[in-house]
């Protein structure tokens, strides 16, 4: 089946940058989505399309696409960054598939 | 403003069966599809379904293809996510949100719920 692996965890202190891979383990690669869950909430859409960022998500989320790795990075990282980071994408067949996610925590 | 309301928690026991329900409103409701996503306790997300509640057009991620049904009735602007049977196993949040498909069939969600917590017990 399709799998889409991120790293457990992802440590930085406030203002520098963090990066958050997601690698497919299958081609063609499909478009990449991100969304950020704060503890006890809903998760929230930060990326779509590998890099477009929502009106409502701050500049400093950013995404990026290389062979089948996709890249969150939040640069000058803020306390109210620390959160759970899920990648979601699909595979082949159409059925749409969540990574393991990624906790960032700020040092 | 687009807003999904999902109904309140549930406590069941195993065998019995449970409907839940997201309202959407602020958008129209039958040209949007609808999703559903599990979160079991301390665990990631998990891609269970959506449905075109235009046309009720369904799809199910292999995991949970007959395991439960996802439905919508459209003229209350309400997506269900519904078990026949629930399990221990079916404790978890679970989590409607809007799907915008972008090609293909593969997209993703924009507005979500706040969630229904299912916790099965004897």
């Known amino acids: 089946s399709y799998e889409l692996t991120q790293p457990p965890s992802v440590s930085v202190s406030p203002g520098q940058t963090a990066r958050i891979t997601c690698s497919a383990d299958?081609?063609?690669?499909?478009?990449a989505y991100w969304y950020q869950q704060k503890p006890g909430q809903a998760p929230v859409l930060v990326l779509y399309?590998?890099?477009e960022r929502p009106s409502e998500i701050p500049e400093r989320f950013s995404g990026s696409s290389s062979g089948t790795t996709v890249t969150l990075t939040i640069s000058g990282v803020q306390a109210e960054d620390e959160a759970d980071y899920y990648c979601q994408s699909a595979d082949s067949s159409g059925a749409w598939v969540f990574g393991g996610g990624t906790k960032l925590t700020v040092l | 403003e687009v807003q999904l309301v999902q109904s309140g928690a549930e406590v069941k026991k195993p065998g019995e069966s449970l409907k839940i329900s997201c309202k959407g409103s602020g958008y129209r409701f039958t040209s949007y599809w609808i999703g559903w996503v599990r979160q079991m306790p301390g665990k990631g997300l998990e891609w269970m379904g959506i449905?075109?509640?235009?046309?009720?057009?369904?799809r199910y991620s292999p995991s949970f293809q007959g395991q439960v049904t996802i439905s919508a009735d459209k003229s209350v602007n309400t997506a269900y996510l519904q078990w026949r049977s629930l399990k221990a196993s079916d404790t978890a949040i679970y989590y409607c949100?809007?799907?915008?498909?972008?090609?293909?069939?593969?997209?993703?969600?924009?507005?979500w719920g706040q969630g229904t917590l299912v916790t099965v017990s004897s």
């Open positions: 949100a809007t799907a915008l498909i972008v090609v293909r069939g593969q997209g993703y969600f924009d507005y």
């Open positions: 299958a081609l063609p690669k499909q478009y």
């Open positions: 449905i075109y509640p235009g046309d009720s057009d369904t």
């Open positions: 399309k590998d890099s």
